[in-house]
Protein backbone atom coordinates (compact mmCIF):
# COMPACT_ATOMS: atom_id res chain seq x y z
CA UNK A 1 0.00 0.00 0.00
CA UNK A 2 1.08 4.00 -0.39
CA UNK A 3 1.34 4.05 3.37
CA UNK A 4 4.06 1.26 3.67
CA UNK A 5 5.73 2.99 0.87
CA UNK A 6 5.65 6.16 2.62
CA UNK A 7 6.25 4.09 5.75
CA UNK A 8 9.82 2.99 4.44
CA UNK A 9 11.00 6.29 3.29
CA UNK A 10 9.78 7.77 6.70
CA UNK A 11 11.76 5.35 8.31
CA UNK A 12 14.85 6.07 6.09
CA UNK A 13 14.50 9.79 6.47
CA UNK A 14 14.11 9.51 10.46
CA UNK A 15 17.30 7.82 10.63
CA UNK A 16 18.88 10.32 8.02
CA UNK A 17 17.89 13.13 10.42
CA UNK A 18 19.15 12.12 13.65
CA UNK A 19 17.63 9.22 15.80
CA UNK A 20 15.15 10.36 18.64
CA UNK A 21 16.64 8.57 21.93
CA UNK A 22 14.74 5.53 23.60
CA UNK A 23 12.91 4.10 20.31
CA UNK A 24 13.60 0.56 20.24
CA UNK A 25 14.56 -0.70 16.68
CA UNK A 26 15.09 -4.05 14.74
CA UNK A 27 18.27 -4.65 13.16
CA UNK A 28 20.37 -7.33 10.94
CA UNK A 29 23.85 -6.78 12.40
CA UNK A 30 26.74 -9.07 11.44
CA UNK A 31 28.44 -11.27 13.84
CA UNK A 32 31.71 -8.97 13.73
CA UNK A 33 29.56 -5.65 14.66
CA UNK A 34 27.75 -7.74 16.96
CA UNK A 35 30.48 -7.97 19.49
CA UNK A 36 31.05 -4.39 19.12
CA UNK A 37 27.54 -4.02 19.86
CA UNK A 38 27.67 -5.61 23.23
CA UNK A 39 30.30 -3.63 24.39
CA UNK A 40 28.54 -0.75 24.34
CA UNK A 41 25.46 -2.47 25.71
CA UNK A 42 26.14 -5.86 27.19
CA UNK A 43 22.10 -6.39 27.92
CA UNK A 44 21.36 -7.02 23.79
CA UNK A 45 20.72 -10.58 22.61
CA UNK A 46 20.49 -12.04 19.83
CA UNK A 47 17.21 -13.30 18.98
CA UNK A 48 18.05 -15.35 15.87
CA UNK A 49 21.09 -15.65 14.00
CA UNK A 50 22.57 -17.39 10.79
CA UNK A 51 25.74 -18.01 8.93
CA UNK A 52 25.55 -17.14 5.69
CA UNK A 53 27.27 -15.84 2.35
CA UNK A 54 26.84 -12.46 3.05
CA UNK A 55 24.86 -10.87 0.18
CA UNK A 56 21.91 -8.68 -0.56
CA UNK A 57 20.42 -6.20 1.94
CA UNK A 58 21.73 -8.37 4.79
CA UNK A 59 24.05 -6.85 7.10
CA UNK A 60 27.26 -7.21 5.25
CA UNK A 61 30.33 -9.56 7.25
CA UNK A 62 32.85 -11.63 6.28
CA UNK A 63 31.68 -14.48 3.77
CA UNK A 64 30.63 -17.30 6.06
CA UNK A 65 30.07 -14.84 8.77
CA UNK A 66 27.20 -15.51 11.44
CA UNK A 67 24.23 -12.65 11.22
CA UNK A 68 22.22 -12.08 14.32
CA UNK A 69 19.02 -10.05 14.66
CA UNK A 70 17.96 -7.89 17.89
CA UNK A 71 16.34 -5.22 19.14
CA UNK A 72 18.47 -2.31 20.36
CA UNK A 73 17.95 1.38 21.46
CA UNK A 74 17.95 3.36 18.78
CA UNK A 75 19.99 5.91 20.48
CA UNK A 76 22.53 3.56 20.10
CA UNK A 77 23.20 3.56 16.77
CA UNK A 78 25.05 6.13 16.17
CA UNK A 79 27.87 4.71 18.91
CA UNK A 80 27.52 1.72 16.79
CA UNK A 81 28.59 2.68 13.62
CA UNK A 82 31.69 4.54 15.24
CA UNK A 83 32.57 1.18 17.36
CA UNK A 84 32.12 -0.74 14.03
CA UNK A 85 33.93 2.32 11.74
CA UNK A 86 36.50 2.73 14.73
CA UNK A 87 37.53 -0.56 15.53
CA UNK A 88 36.60 -2.87 12.53
CA UNK A 89 38.11 -0.05 10.08
CA UNK A 90 34.43 -0.45 7.74
CA UNK A 91 31.39 1.52 7.34
CA UNK A 92 27.94 -0.12 8.08
CA UNK A 93 27.46 -3.45 9.49
CA UNK A 94 24.09 -3.55 10.43
CA UNK A 95 20.51 -2.69 8.83
CA UNK A 96 17.79 -1.22 10.63
CA UNK A 97 14.27 -3.44 9.72
CA UNK A 98 10.93 -1.95 9.77
CA UNK A 99 9.83 -4.49 12.91
CA UNK A 100 11.01 -8.10 14.15
CA UNK A 101 9.06 -9.80 11.34
CA UNK A 102 11.42 -8.06 8.39
CA UNK A 103 14.03 -8.42 10.16
CA UNK A 104 13.55 -12.23 10.76
CA UNK A 105 12.80 -12.11 6.91
CA UNK A 106 15.79 -10.77 6.12
CA UNK A 107 17.96 -12.81 7.86
CA UNK A 108 15.96 -16.31 6.41
CA UNK A 109 15.76 -14.62 3.08
CA UNK A 110 19.37 -13.84 2.52
CA UNK A 111 20.82 -16.86 3.93
CA UNK A 112 19.16 -18.64 1.49
CA UNK A 113 20.60 -21.88 1.71
CA UNK A 114 17.95 -23.74 0.45
CA UNK A 115 18.23 -21.46 -2.78
CA UNK A 116 22.29 -22.33 -2.68
CA UNK A 117 21.45 -25.64 -2.90
CA UNK A 118 18.55 -25.80 -5.25
CA UNK A 119 20.69 -23.55 -8.06
CA UNK A 120 19.64 -24.99 -11.57
CA UNK A 121 21.91 -24.60 -14.35
CA UNK A 122 21.25 -20.84 -15.34
CA UNK A 123 22.51 -22.34 -19.68
CA UNK A 124 20.81 -20.72 -22.67
CA UNK A 125 20.05 -23.35 -25.13
CA UNK A 126 16.86 -23.76 -26.00
CA UNK A 127 17.20 -21.29 -28.77
CA UNK A 128 14.68 -22.81 -31.31
CA UNK A 129 11.98 -23.26 -29.03
CA UNK A 130 11.92 -19.91 -27.61
CA UNK A 131 12.05 -18.56 -30.69
CA UNK A 132 9.34 -20.32 -32.22
CA UNK A 133 6.98 -19.07 -29.22
CA UNK A 134 8.15 -15.80 -28.81
CA UNK A 135 6.02 -14.33 -32.09
CA UNK A 136 2.81 -15.76 -31.00
CA UNK A 137 2.59 -13.77 -28.29
CA UNK A 138 0.07 -10.67 -28.68
CA UNK A 139 -0.13 -7.39 -27.22
CA UNK A 140 -3.96 -7.04 -27.95
CA UNK A 141 -4.62 -10.14 -25.82
CA UNK A 142 -2.83 -8.85 -22.89
CA UNK A 143 -4.93 -5.83 -23.80
CA UNK A 144 -8.00 -7.89 -23.42
CA UNK A 145 -7.25 -9.38 -20.00
CA UNK A 146 -6.43 -6.36 -18.41
CA UNK A 147 -9.79 -4.12 -19.78
CA UNK A 148 -11.32 -7.55 -18.36
CA UNK A 149 -10.12 -7.24 -14.99
CA UNK A 150 -9.82 -3.54 -14.03
CA UNK A 151 -13.85 -3.59 -15.37
CA UNK A 152 -14.26 -5.38 -11.90
CA UNK A 153 -15.92 -2.50 -9.32
CA UNK A 154 -12.39 -3.43 -7.38
CA UNK A 155 -10.15 -6.77 -6.56
CA UNK A 156 -9.95 -6.02 -2.87
CA UNK A 157 -9.54 -9.35 -1.04
CA UNK A 158 -12.64 -9.08 1.15
CA UNK A 159 -15.25 -7.91 -1.35
CA UNK A 160 -17.41 -10.09 -3.71
CA UNK A 161 -15.88 -8.37 -6.76
CA UNK A 162 -12.26 -9.76 -5.22
CA UNK A 163 -13.91 -12.88 -5.23
CA UNK A 164 -15.09 -12.78 -8.62
CA UNK A 165 -12.24 -11.72 -9.96
CA UNK A 166 -10.21 -14.84 -8.61
CA UNK A 167 -13.15 -17.39 -10.15
CA UNK A 168 -12.40 -15.34 -13.05
CA UNK A 169 -8.84 -16.03 -13.78
CA UNK A 170 -9.26 -19.50 -12.77
CA UNK A 171 -12.03 -19.85 -15.65
CA UNK A 172 -9.76 -18.10 -18.38
CA UNK A 173 -7.04 -20.75 -16.89
CA UNK A 174 -9.09 -23.55 -17.17
CA UNK A 175 -10.22 -22.57 -20.70
CA UNK A 176 -6.78 -22.39 -21.67
CA UNK A 177 -5.90 -25.82 -19.94
CA UNK A 178 -8.47 -27.39 -22.58
CA UNK A 179 -8.47 -31.11 -21.71
CA UNK A 180 -5.02 -31.48 -21.27
CA UNK A 181 -4.66 -34.02 -18.67
CA UNK A 182 -0.98 -32.69 -17.33
CA UNK A 183 -2.73 -29.07 -17.23
CA UNK A 184 -4.81 -28.62 -13.82
CA UNK A 185 -6.14 -25.38 -12.54
CA UNK A 186 -6.48 -24.90 -8.83
CA UNK A 187 -7.80 -22.17 -6.38
CA UNK A 188 -5.85 -22.15 -3.70
CA UNK A 189 -8.06 -20.83 -0.30
CA UNK A 190 -6.60 -18.74 2.88
CA UNK A 191 -7.92 -19.33 6.03
CA UNK A 192 -8.47 -15.58 7.27
CA UNK A 193 -10.04 -13.88 3.80
CA UNK A 194 -12.36 -15.15 1.22
CA UNK A 195 -10.30 -14.42 -2.18
CA UNK A 196 -8.70 -17.27 -3.45
CA UNK A 197 -5.02 -17.55 -5.10
CA UNK A 198 -5.48 -19.01 -8.65
CA UNK A 199 -2.90 -21.70 -9.32
CA UNK A 200 -2.29 -23.06 -13.02
CA UNK A 201 0.29 -26.35 -13.28
CA UNK A 202 2.05 -27.63 -16.06
CA UNK A 203 3.04 -30.85 -14.87
CA UNK A 204 6.88 -31.78 -15.89
CA UNK A 205 7.63 -35.01 -18.10
CA UNK A 206 10.73 -36.41 -16.50
CA UNK A 207 11.86 -33.62 -14.25
CA UNK A 208 8.38 -32.97 -12.45
CA UNK A 209 9.82 -32.29 -8.83
CA UNK A 210 11.48 -29.59 -9.85
CA UNK A 211 8.76 -26.40 -9.79
CA UNK A 212 9.19 -23.13 -11.22
CA UNK A 213 6.99 -20.06 -10.72
CA UNK A 214 5.65 -17.47 -12.20
CA UNK A 215 3.27 -14.95 -10.32
CA UNK A 216 1.65 -11.56 -10.10
CA UNK A 217 -1.03 -10.80 -7.94
CA UNK A 218 -4.40 -10.46 -8.78
CA UNK A 219 -5.88 -7.89 -6.05
CA UNK A 220 -6.38 -3.97 -6.13
CA UNK A 221 -6.66 -1.38 -3.31
CA UNK A 222 -7.24 2.24 -2.98
CA UNK A 223 -5.78 1.73 0.79
CA UNK A 224 -7.26 0.71 3.79
CA UNK A 225 -10.52 2.50 3.66
CA UNK A 226 -11.27 0.26 0.28
CA UNK A 227 -14.95 -1.16 0.32
CA UNK A 228 -17.30 -3.06 -1.82
CA UNK A 229 -18.45 -0.30 -3.64
CA UNK A 230 -14.28 1.44 -3.73
CA UNK A 231 -13.53 1.93 -7.26
CA UNK A 232 -10.43 0.52 -7.76
CA UNK A 233 -9.54 -0.50 -11.41
CA UNK A 234 -6.11 -1.80 -10.59
CA UNK A 235 -4.97 -1.66 -14.39
CA UNK A 236 -1.05 -1.81 -13.96
CA UNK A 237 -1.12 -2.89 -10.13
CA UNK A 238 -1.50 -5.61 -10.77
CA UNK A 239 -4.06 -6.98 -13.96
CA UNK A 240 -1.11 -6.44 -15.89
CA UNK A 241 1.56 -8.18 -13.90
CA UNK A 242 -1.54 -10.93 -14.41
CA UNK A 243 -2.26 -10.43 -17.92
CA UNK A 244 1.46 -10.51 -19.13
CA UNK A 245 1.47 -14.22 -17.33
CA UNK A 246 -2.02 -14.68 -19.16
CA UNK A 247 -0.79 -14.40 -22.50
CA UNK A 248 2.42 -16.48 -21.84
CA UNK A 249 -0.11 -19.76 -20.79
CA UNK A 250 -2.03 -18.71 -24.03
CA UNK A 251 1.11 -19.64 -26.50
CA UNK A 252 2.98 -22.20 -24.06
CA UNK A 253 -0.41 -24.26 -24.07
CA UNK A 254 -1.18 -23.34 -27.55
CA UNK A 255 1.85 -24.94 -28.83
CA UNK A 256 1.32 -27.77 -26.88
CA UNK A 257 4.67 -27.01 -24.66
CA UNK A 258 5.56 -29.77 -22.49
CA UNK A 259 8.23 -28.93 -19.93
CA UNK A 260 10.86 -31.42 -18.45
CA UNK A 261 10.21 -29.25 -15.23
CA UNK A 262 6.93 -28.38 -13.55
CA UNK A 263 5.98 -24.85 -14.20
CA UNK A 264 3.09 -23.20 -11.79
CA UNK A 265 1.88 -20.04 -12.44
CA UNK A 266 0.20 -17.67 -10.01
CA UNK A 267 -2.38 -15.00 -9.14
CA UNK A 268 -1.76 -14.09 -5.44
CA UNK A 269 -4.95 -13.65 -3.23
CA UNK A 270 -4.42 -10.86 -0.95
CA UNK A 271 -0.55 -8.77 -1.58
CA UNK A 272 -2.22 -5.17 -1.41
CA UNK A 273 -2.40 -6.10 2.58
CA UNK A 274 1.10 -7.52 3.73
CA UNK A 275 2.15 -9.99 0.47
CA UNK A 276 -0.67 -12.33 2.42
CA UNK A 277 -1.18 -14.68 -0.32
CA UNK A 278 1.92 -15.68 -1.44
CA UNK A 279 3.44 -15.75 1.56
CA UNK A 280 0.70 -18.69 2.44
CA UNK A 281 1.76 -20.34 -0.33
CA UNK A 282 5.07 -19.69 -0.06
CA UNK A 283 5.24 -21.12 2.97
CA UNK A 284 3.24 -24.18 2.43
CA UNK A 285 5.61 -25.03 -0.65
CA UNK A 286 8.50 -24.63 2.01
CA UNK A 287 6.60 -26.89 4.46
CA UNK A 288 6.37 -29.68 2.02
CA UNK A 289 9.75 -29.19 1.17
CA UNK A 290 8.62 -28.71 -2.79
CA UNK A 291 11.76 -28.07 -4.79
CA UNK A 292 10.98 -24.86 -6.61
CA UNK A 293 14.11 -23.69 -8.31
CA UNK A 294 13.22 -20.52 -9.16
CA UNK A 295 10.21 -17.76 -8.71
CA UNK A 296 9.56 -14.93 -11.25
CA UNK A 297 6.97 -11.77 -10.34
CA UNK A 298 5.35 -9.42 -12.66
CA UNK A 299 3.40 -6.70 -10.48
CA UNK A 300 3.29 -3.50 -12.79
CA UNK A 301 4.44 -4.04 -16.59
CA UNK A 302 2.35 -1.78 -18.43
CA UNK A 303 3.68 1.58 -17.63
CA UNK A 304 7.58 2.82 -18.81
CA UNK A 305 8.37 5.41 -16.77
CA UNK A 306 12.21 5.66 -18.17
CA UNK A 307 14.07 5.21 -21.24
CA UNK A 308 15.05 1.09 -20.17
CA UNK A 309 12.22 -1.13 -21.02
CA UNK A 310 12.88 -3.84 -18.02
CA UNK A 311 14.03 -2.85 -14.40
CA UNK A 312 15.87 -5.96 -12.59
CA UNK A 313 15.00 -5.34 -8.82
CA UNK A 314 18.14 -5.97 -6.75
CA UNK A 315 16.57 -6.56 -3.40
CA UNK A 316 14.92 -9.29 -1.89
CA UNK A 317 16.09 -11.10 -5.22
CA UNK A 318 18.62 -13.53 -6.20
CA UNK A 319 21.83 -12.59 -7.32
CA UNK A 320 22.31 -15.35 -10.12
CA UNK A 321 18.93 -15.44 -11.33
CA UNK A 322 18.43 -11.80 -12.46
CA UNK A 323 21.78 -12.09 -14.13
CA UNK A 324 20.23 -14.90 -15.79
CA UNK A 325 17.28 -12.47 -16.68
CA UNK A 326 19.53 -9.89 -18.04
CA UNK A 327 21.22 -13.01 -19.98
CA UNK A 328 17.75 -13.90 -21.29
CA UNK A 329 17.38 -10.52 -21.89
CA UNK A 330 20.69 -9.80 -24.27
CA UNK A 331 19.62 -13.63 -26.03
CA UNK A 332 16.48 -12.90 -27.17
CA UNK A 333 14.79 -9.44 -26.92
CA UNK A 334 18.38 -7.34 -28.17
CA UNK A 335 16.37 -4.64 -28.55
CA UNK A 336 15.19 -3.99 -24.93
CA UNK A 337 17.36 -2.26 -22.53
CA UNK A 338 17.94 -3.42 -19.23
CA UNK A 339 17.89 -1.06 -15.74
CA UNK A 340 18.58 -2.11 -11.86
CA UNK A 341 16.63 -0.78 -9.34
CA UNK A 342 15.58 -1.34 -5.77
CA UNK A 343 12.25 -0.74 -3.60
CA UNK A 344 14.12 -0.77 -0.52
CA UNK A 345 11.76 -2.94 1.42
CA UNK A 346 9.33 -6.59 0.76
CA UNK A 347 7.59 -4.62 -1.85
CA UNK A 348 5.62 -7.54 -3.29
CA UNK A 349 5.86 -11.53 -3.57
CA UNK A 350 8.74 -12.10 -4.60
CA UNK A 351 9.71 -10.99 -1.28
CA UNK A 352 7.58 -14.42 -0.47
CA UNK A 353 9.68 -16.70 -2.07
CA UNK A 354 12.85 -15.10 -0.66
CA UNK A 355 11.91 -15.28 2.60
CA UNK A 356 11.37 -19.06 2.44
CA UNK A 357 14.98 -19.16 0.94
CA UNK A 358 13.88 -19.72 -2.65
CA UNK A 359 15.52 -18.10 -5.87
CA UNK A 360 13.07 -15.22 -6.57
CA UNK A 361 13.30 -12.32 -9.26
CA UNK A 362 11.24 -9.36 -9.79
CA UNK A 363 11.32 -7.45 -13.50
CA UNK A 364 9.56 -4.53 -13.36
CA UNK A 365 8.06 -1.58 -15.91
CA UNK A 366 10.32 1.20 -14.42
CA UNK A 367 13.32 2.37 -11.80
CA UNK A 368 11.16 2.71 -8.00
CA UNK A 369 11.18 6.76 -8.41
CA UNK A 370 9.45 6.64 -11.77
CA UNK A 371 7.19 3.83 -11.39
CA UNK A 372 3.16 4.61 -12.46
CA UNK A 373 1.70 7.12 -10.13
CA UNK A 374 -2.22 6.36 -10.37
CA UNK A 375 -1.49 3.13 -8.82
CA UNK A 376 -3.69 2.39 -5.64
CA UNK A 377 -6.15 5.17 -6.81
CA UNK A 378 -9.28 5.13 -8.97
CA UNK A 379 -6.96 6.47 -11.69
CA UNK A 380 -4.91 3.17 -12.02
CA UNK A 381 -6.65 2.64 -15.68
CA UNK A 382 -5.43 1.18 -19.23
CA UNK A 383 -5.79 4.98 -20.48
CA UNK A 384 -3.25 6.03 -17.44
CA UNK A 385 -0.77 3.25 -18.87
CA UNK A 386 0.05 1.46 -22.45
CA UNK A 387 -3.40 1.43 -23.95
CA UNK A 388 -1.43 -0.90 -26.52
CA UNK A 389 -0.27 -3.17 -23.83
CA UNK A 390 2.75 -3.00 -25.27
CA UNK A 391 5.23 -2.29 -22.75
CA UNK A 392 3.18 -5.37 -21.03
CA UNK A 393 4.74 -7.68 -24.33
CA UNK A 394 7.95 -7.28 -23.26
CA UNK A 395 7.34 -8.85 -19.65
CA UNK A 396 5.62 -11.49 -21.78
CA UNK A 397 8.28 -12.06 -23.79
CA UNK A 398 11.03 -12.31 -21.23
CA UNK A 399 8.91 -14.72 -18.80
CA UNK A 400 8.17 -16.85 -21.64
CA UNK A 401 11.87 -17.55 -22.20
CA UNK A 402 12.46 -17.52 -18.29
CA UNK A 403 9.49 -20.36 -18.17
CA UNK A 404 11.06 -22.58 -21.70
CA UNK A 405 14.63 -22.25 -20.52
CA UNK A 406 14.13 -23.46 -16.95
CA UNK A 407 11.38 -25.21 -17.79
CA UNK A 408 13.25 -27.67 -20.05
CA UNK A 409 16.13 -28.89 -18.06
CA UNK A 410 16.12 -32.53 -16.66
CA UNK A 411 17.08 -33.85 -13.52
CA UNK A 412 19.97 -32.55 -11.69
CA UNK A 413 21.86 -35.59 -12.23
CA UNK A 414 21.57 -35.84 -15.73
CA UNK A 415 22.43 -32.75 -16.70
CA UNK A 416 25.91 -32.43 -15.13
N1 LIG B 1 3.00 -3.13 -7.05
C1 LIG B 1 3.24 -2.65 -5.73
C2 LIG B 1 4.73 -2.59 -5.40
C3 LIG B 1 5.50 -1.50 -6.09
C4 LIG B 1 5.02 -0.21 -6.18
C5 LIG B 1 6.76 -1.78 -6.58
C6 LIG B 1 5.77 0.78 -6.81
C7 LIG B 1 7.53 -0.80 -7.17
C8 LIG B 1 7.03 0.49 -7.29
C9 LIG B 1 2.55 -3.56 -4.72
O1 LIG B 1 1.27 -3.96 -5.13
C10 LIG B 1 2.37 -2.78 -3.44
O2 LIG B 1 1.59 -1.87 -3.42
N2 LIG B 1 3.12 -3.15 -2.39
C11 LIG B 1 3.03 -2.45 -1.14
C12 LIG B 1 3.71 -3.20 -0.05
C13 LIG B 1 3.01 -4.49 0.35
C14 LIG B 1 3.83 -5.22 1.39
C15 LIG B 1 1.62 -4.21 0.88
C16 LIG B 1 3.70 -1.09 -1.23
O3 LIG B 1 4.61 -0.91 -2.04
O4 LIG B 1 3.34 -0.21 -0.45
ZN1 LIG C 1 -0.02 -2.22 -5.03
Redesign the pocket.
Known amino acids: ?????QTAALALFALAGGAQAGQPVWISIGDQAYQQLRKLDAGVKSQQSRQLAADGRLAKGAAGETVHVVQVDEALLPKLSDAIHENLRHCGGYIVHGNQQEARAALNGAAAPLAKALAPSYAIDNQAAVNKLLPQLQDSNILGTIQSLSNYQNRFYTTSHGVNASNWIAAQWKQLAGSRTDVTVEQFAHASWPQKSVILTIKGTDNSAETIVLGG?LDSTIGSGTGESSRAPGAD??ASGVASLTEVVRVLLASNYQPRRTIKFMAYAA?????RGSADIAKRFKQQQANVVGALQL??TNYQGDAQDIFLFTDYTNAAQNTFLANLAKAYLPSLKVGYSQ?GY???DHASWTAQGYAASFP?ESS?NN?NPY??SRNDTLANSDSQAKHALKFSQLALAYAVELGSDGPAKALR
Open positions: MLKMRHDDEEVGLDMCACSFFSIH
